[in-house]
């Protein structure tokens, strides 16, 4: 089971990992891999819900397994 993070923990390993930002709407930023194929939109809260991260690792498929521990 995905827990809630926090926003610092979650794009620290997506910086780690070579995703890059940009701006979406409001408090939303779209995040792509290296690749640039797979984007998935993190919300910018003190804490991430369970159901984004989730979202976050089947999105970011080209991430190593595990990426997020």
Sequence with gaps: MVK????????KALRAY???PKQG??????WYCPC??????ITQT?????????QAIV????????WLK
């Design 36 to 41: 640039g194929k797979h984007m998935t939109p």
């Design 46 to 54: 003190r804490e991430v819900s369970p159901g984004l991260v989730r």
């Design 4 to 11: 809630a993070i926090t926003y610092r923990e979650i794009t």
């Design 25 to 30: 709407k409001g408090d939303h930023e779209k």
């Design 18 to 20: 070579g995703c890059t």
């Design 59 to 66: 999105r970011l498929e080209c991430l190593p397994k595990g």
